[in-house]
């Protein structure tokens, strides 16, 4: 639709980890390593980078940060707590 070509970005990601286990069951405080997740994110203001798999960590308190960016906003003005947005998501 031309009134959204060149101005939407997509994120897709889940709502949690896996953590450590092969026969993972469960998620939560209990779990290690449940906080820890994938993202995939794309827009014309990110660039494709492809599949990266030797990165740092993860998480899903980055998530908030990283939209916010997307639309020019800065997460941590408003959570000065918050994790960090993803790093090289935006151009």
Known sequence: MPQYRGKTALI???DHG???????????????NAEYTWIMAMG???????????TGNV??????????ALV?????TAQPKAQKALPDLLR
């Open 12 to 14: 897709i990601t889940t």
């Open 18 to 32: 896996r953590g450590d286990g092969k026969e993972w069951t469960s998620h939560g405080e209990k779990v290690a």
């Open 44 to 54: 014309p203001d990110t660039p494709a980078l492809g599949e990266r798999i030797r």
């Open 59 to 68: 998480n899903n308190g980055q998530v908030a940060a990283s939209i916010a």
């Open 72 to 76: 020019g906003q800065d997460y941590a």
